[in-house]
């Protein structure tokens, strides 16, 4: 029992910098750091041109508000293999915009996105595998994909915030061995 005062403590400081990578929607965003539709391979025999139309679309929907027209068009452009697509479709799932709310769907286009090596879909993976959201909990798995999103990121907020949550992340790992340690040495007592 002692050891969860530890996680108690912790939790909430990873809770808030998780927090504050949330609202990073499709509205517009820095994204930078993400493919762009050239980069992206198209798959599906869908051209470069295809995918961009989808974007537009979708990302004018999302501002009229229409998130359900939007979600259709960011999925389109998605299938066709597009990273940013990928990753926006994730977040509409995870937000439940234009959609119920639905994790494993969001983890699903995370995925795709991270295999891309986007960072903004790593960095949200991580949160999923943190809080056990559509995905089992792993927090291993979590401490790798903000790695990854660190590394991804260019010099900046984004970077350092990802290398944060990783360094938070690893000292809760850390207290919880350790109390996990200190619990079965006193029960060999």
Not at 36 to 51: F, H, M, N, P
Not at 93 to 120: I, L
Request: net charge negative; with cysteine.
């Amino acid at each position: 029992m002692r050891h969860m005062s530890h996680v108690r403590t912790i939790i909430p400081l990873c809770l808030v910098l998780a927090i504050s990578a949330c609202g990073r929607g499709p509205e517009g965003g820095s994204d930078v750091s993400s493919p762009s539709a050239e980069q992206t391979q198209a798959e599906d025999g869908k051209d470069i041109a295809t995918i961009r139309r989808e974007l537009g679309l979708a990302k004018r929907a999302y501002g009229l508000g229409d998130h359900f027209k939007a979600l259709e068009h960011f999925r389109a452009a998605a299938e066709a293999g597009d990273a940013s697509a990928q990753y926006y479709t994730g977040v509409m799932y995870a937000d439940g915009q234009g959609t119920v709310r639905d994790y494993a769907e969001a983890a699903k286009w995370y995925e795709k996105a991270a295999a891309q090596n986007h960072p903004d879909a790593l960095f949200a993976l991580a949160r999923l595998y943190v809080f056990g959201l559509g995905v089992a909990p792993d927090a291993h798995r979590a401490v790798q994909l903000y790695e990854q999103a660190a590394e991804a990121y260019p010099p900046g907020e984004d970077r350092q915030r990802a290398e944060e949550q990783r360094l938070a992340l690893l000292e809760v790992m850390k207290q919880e061995q350790a109390s996990k340690e200190s619990a079965s040495g006193q029960n060999g007592i």
